[in-house]
């Protein structure tokens, strides 16, 4: 690893902790209710149908992202992703109405579709010995940054400011990391310029039941993690008495499960097989979905986000991405933009539906799109020993 390239990678990570605070701003109670009646809207899961339009966004842009970071180098996408998203960032801060902030959630995921298509092979570009902890890295400081949200949140309390103020930080912030991207040295990788496209990949892959299974486990999977994190506040308050100013601590809790997750899974992955945990990790977050909504306390609430956070939002779909690449090593590429696609239309339509349900009925489909995921993960175990020697066979 050359050393000059480690201000651009600190600089691509910075990116990647203000995306966290934009992935998770929408899902703040006291932001809800804010931008609520700001919108002159009567209760906050409105703002859950603009959560969802992040789904939307990078649905639009995931099938040329990818290709044109090929074609055109990783700055490009970066700059894209970085004026996007300071556009999103602003553009929540100042809504009028759902409409302008809707227009603004796309953005937003079209400026995550950039920064990932840049990212992710930027850093692991430049650390080019370690891409498996440059790639976790990405992961790391999204955790971080969910985890001080609601520190942060309470700052702007602390100082008498707005709680829009933090959105309208966080678009300057993006601003100056996309101007020190337009200076910072990237590695030259060969091959940039000759990407196919999406399209063409597609025409010329191969898909058996199980690779559609995985594709299906990164919608279910994403379901698991994202109503969670979008209506779960809701949830605290609404049903098991939390009080708003209180629930944001749930995200805290949240985060502090991704983090753990991250380190106790990267050691485990090592002494098991990865695909296990396609079953395990959703059977952990089945279980306690189902006590939340059973018992409805507070304690329950962040015992639960704890442990989505760990199982649900922990690594599952990186490592269906990951067995989906072991299992089908000739159509990778395609496989990994479709189970990426799978989860991005999961954003979409499941926190749309969620938009127009009570925060007990999202907990109940939660629950059922959970059990689901459980079931395809067990048919793609069972299948798996098969697939392996397959796999091996073809290369």
């Known amino acids: 690893m050359n050393k000059k390239y480690l201000p651009s990678a600190l600089i691509l990570y910075l990116n990647y902790f203000i995306h966290g605070i934009g992935c998770s701003i929408l899902s703040q109670q006291v932001v809800k209710e804010l931008l609520a009646d700001q919108w002159g809207m009567d209760g ?29 180098g990783r700055r490009i996408s970066v700059l894209i992703g970085c004026f996007s998203y300071v556009i999103f960032f602003v553009g929540i801060a100042f809504s009028p109405n759902m409409t302008v902030a809707y227009v603004a959630a796309v953005l937003g995921g079209i400026a995550n579709s950039f920064l990932d298509t840049a990212t992710y092979p930027a850093v692991a570009e430049i650390i080019y010995k370690y891409t498996g902890i440059a790639t976790m890295g990405i992961k790391l400081f999204i955790s971080v940054a969910q985890l001080l949200l609601p520190f942060f949140l309470g700052l702007c309390v602390g100082t008498s400011m707005s709680y829009l ?17 337009i200076f910072a040295p990237l590695p030259k990788v060969e091959g940039v310029g000759k990407g196919e496209s999406f399209l063409n990949n597609l025409k010329n ?4 039941l199980e690779s559609v299974a995985l594709i299906l486990i990164g919608f279910t999977c994403t379901a698991t993690f994202q109503l969670w994190l979008n209506c779960a506040q ?17 995200q805290t809790y949240y985060s502090a499960g991704t983090l753990v997750a991250l380190f106790v899974t990267s050691v485990l992955i090592t002494k098991f097989k990865q695909v296990r945990f396609l079953v395990i990790y959703p059977v952990i977050s089945l279980v306690m979905l189902v006590l939340v909504y059973l018992i409805k306390s507070p304690m329950i609430c962040y015992v639960g986000a704890f442990v989505i956070g760990y199982a ?4 599952v779909l990186q490592m269906a991405t990951a067995v989906a690449n072991d299992l089908f090593p000739k159509i990778k590429g395609t496989l990994t933009s479709l189970v990426m696609i799978a989860s991005s239309l999961c954003n979409y339509t499941i926190l749309t539906a969620a938009s127009n349900m009570s925060a007990a009925g999202v907990i109940i489909m939660n629950i059922v799109i959970t059990v689901i995921g459980i079931l395809l993960a067990v048919f793609v175990n069972a299948r798996y020993g098969v697939l392996l020697k397959n796999a091996g066979a073809s290369e």
């Open 165 to 181: 103020m933090l959105p309208l930080i966080c678009g300057i912030v993006i601003a100056v990391l996309g101007v020190l991207a």
């Open 44 to 72: 906050v899961m409105g703002v859950t149908a603009v959560a969802a339009a992040l789904g939307l966004g990078r649905l639009i842009s995931l099938p040329f992202a990818g290709p044109l970071s090929d074609k055109f």
């Open 312 to 315: 649900g939002a922990g690594g």
């Open 205 to 208: 892959a191969h898909f058996s």
């Open 234 to 250: 809701t949830f605290g308050t609404e049903a098991a008495g939390i009080a708003s100013e209180d629930v944001s601590m749930m």
